[in-house]
Each structure stands twice: as C-alpha cells, then as structure tokens.
C-alpha cells in the first residue's frame, strides 16, 4: 500500500499557526495553486448551504458550486477580502484560507513522497501524520485524493 498523509482538518483548524501548507500537483504543467487546506475544507467541513451566503457575499464573483455542490474559488478572480470567511455561519473556512505566504514559506507538493513526509514532520503526529491506512468513514477519515486523507466531522 503506498504512504498518504492523514490530516486532522479539526485539529488543524484550532491551531494558532499553520507551520507548512500543502499542495498537490498532479502533473509537472499543474500550476493550480489550491492549497490541501482549502480543497478539503470545501469539501469535508463546508455544509454546501442552499443558498450560500459565501457566494452571496463574494464582491468578486469567485466563488461557485461544481455539479457535487462544493464550493470553488477561482484563484485569478479573487481579491482576498475575506468577506465569505466572515459571513459563513458556520466559521466554516480558516481566517488565512486564501492568504498567499511569502517566498520563503514552504508549499509542500503532496504527490511527491519526500515532501509528504516533510509536511508530516513539520506537525505534532496527532494532527498530521504519514499511514498506511485507507479511507474509513466509521472514523471520520475520507479520501480527498490516493496520497491524502483528511479526519473531519461531517455535518449531515
Ligand atoms: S456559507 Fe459556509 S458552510 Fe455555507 S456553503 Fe459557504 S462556506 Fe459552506
Ligand atoms: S476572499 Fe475571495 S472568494 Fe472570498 S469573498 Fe473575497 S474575493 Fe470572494
């Protein structure tokens, strides 16, 4: 089985800093810059609300729901307001979300072994950690892609 990354999204979310940020490319060409935080966060935290006031809310136009109704932002449209991470009732998305960090800030690319197990280091083991396991929804562990899992509550 090979290694993935298992992230506890909640205990992430209550940390007062985020040491390291991940990516994931899929392809030498992929220069789509979402972070792991934000791709799971949309997926696994957000309560894909009827009527989403984040989308209301964005002044920018660069929030959309995908035909699964998760929520996502098109990088080159927005501004960083953070008007839908403050009307979101639910304090869904991270205070520095969609903040871009300076150079010298380490995004580690998650499809490559090495850096997995770099991001993993660079937190306590209960919150990230490097595993053999696969995806189990009895413990709130989902599949975000084959290297990443991610331990979030759902709401339902
Ligand atoms: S308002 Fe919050 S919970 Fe509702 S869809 Fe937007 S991000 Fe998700
Ligand atoms: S932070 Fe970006 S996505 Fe959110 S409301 Fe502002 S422009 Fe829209």
Redesign the pocket.
Known sequence: MSKKVLIDLYKLRNLDECKAEAIYRTSPDDKSFKTIRELAT?QFT????DN????NACPADALEKDKDGI?TRAVNLCIRCKS?IT????G??MNDLFEVKTSDYSYMDLSDEAELEKFAAAYPDDIVSVVDIDEDPRQNIYKLNDKILVKEYIWE
């Not at 957000?46 to 609300?49: A, E, F, L, Q």
């Not at 989403?52 to 989308?55: K, L, T, V």
Request: net charge positive; hydrophobic share 40%.
């Open positions: 949309f957000c309560r894909k609300c989403a006031p984040c989308i929520i839908c009307i979101c009732p639910f869904t998305m």
